[in-house]
């Protein structure tokens, strides 16, 4: 014979569990951004004590390994999804502002949404695609092999190694990465446009250099640095505490990326707000 339980323990019970998660996060959330702070202050060790071993992720971040270094590493990666995504915005925004007459104004809105909108995310879906995920099962696989702890018996601090020199290696490669994207993205909008689209390469040259201003070009290198800050310390962060064997790790990349895209859209937002948020005019020109 069952007693039936009443509703009172049943809602204590539920409020305790609930309790329990919400400890549970707080700790997490402590967690992360106690290694995040100790991981961004070790860049600087990791620069002046492991110079070769940052040099090495650079080319390592830039060219990739393996099967990944066949078709060129981050470089071709990021490269074609900017490329796609410039021609993308000019096929779509030529049929759009052709519905209402004005065309010509596609060389607008390539200037004015690739470099503030499209370039950003999509590179910074490509650095968590390719450099982030990357970051996350090698130091995932050093985790579960011992490895890290082989570097701290050795007396070799591993966070400024493992994760120093790769948010450091993050920060001077995604420069010249984040440059040949928005080359990219501008070169593809224009070929779309003119070549395939056929408007005159005046109209599209006037219009482009009209509305690209410089200070948009700048900003949006500041937001491709601090994507790849948060990208880099985010993966850091899943890849040096994974645990469970292989399939840990497998589990550790997966929320890594999940995390890392959120990352990226919010500071895409916030930086947006802040540069752009206030505007109530548009500027013609610089």
Do not use: C
Not at 122 to 128: D, F, N, S
Not at 205 to 227: C, E, G, K, N
């Amino acid at each position: 014979m069952s007693v039936a339980q009443p509703s009172g323990g049943r809602t204590s019970h539920a409020v305790r569990r609930a309790g329990h998660a919400v400890s549970r996060g707080v700790d997490t959330v402590g967690r992360q951004v106690i290694f995040s702070v100790g991981a961004l202050a070790s860049t600087g060790k990791a620069a002046r004590h492991y110079p070769r071993e940052t040099m090495r992720v650079v080319s390592e971040i830039g060219l990739g390994t393996g099967i990944l270094a066949m078709i060129g590493g981050s470089v071709a990666i990021m490269g074609f999804l900017t490329l796609f995504a410039g021609a993308t915005v000019a096929v779509q925004g030529f049929t759009s502002l052709g519905n209402i007459g004005v065309e010509a104004l596609t060389g607008f809105l390539s200037a004015y949404v690739n470099v503030r909108v499209i370039a950003p995310v999509t590179a910074g879906v490509g650095l968590a695609a390719t450099i982030g995920a990357g970051t996350t099962a090698q130091l995932g696989a050093m985790r579960i092999s011992e490895e890290i702890d082989a570097l701290e018996v050795m007396a070799v601090r591993s966070v400024p190694y493992l994760v120093g020199t790769r948010i450091l290696a993050g920060l001077i490669a995604v420069i010249p990465l984040y440059a040949l994207s928005v080359l990219a993205a501008f070169l593809s909008s224009r070929i779309a446009t003119v070549v395939i689209l056929g408007q005159s390469p005046g109209v599209y040259d006037h219009y482009f250099s009209t509305f690209l201003r410089p200070t948009d070009v700048a900003w949006s290198f500041v937001q491709a640095v601090i994507m790849a800050l948060v990208v880099m310390t985010v993966h850091s962060y899943y890849g040096f505490t994974a645990t469970g064997g292989p399939s840990g790790v497998g589990v550790a990349t997966g929320r890594a990326v999940r995390m890392s895209l959120i990352g990226v859209v919010a500071v895409t937002l916030l930086i947006s707000l802040a540069l752009y948020g206030s505007s109530r005019q548009l500027h013609l020109a610089g």
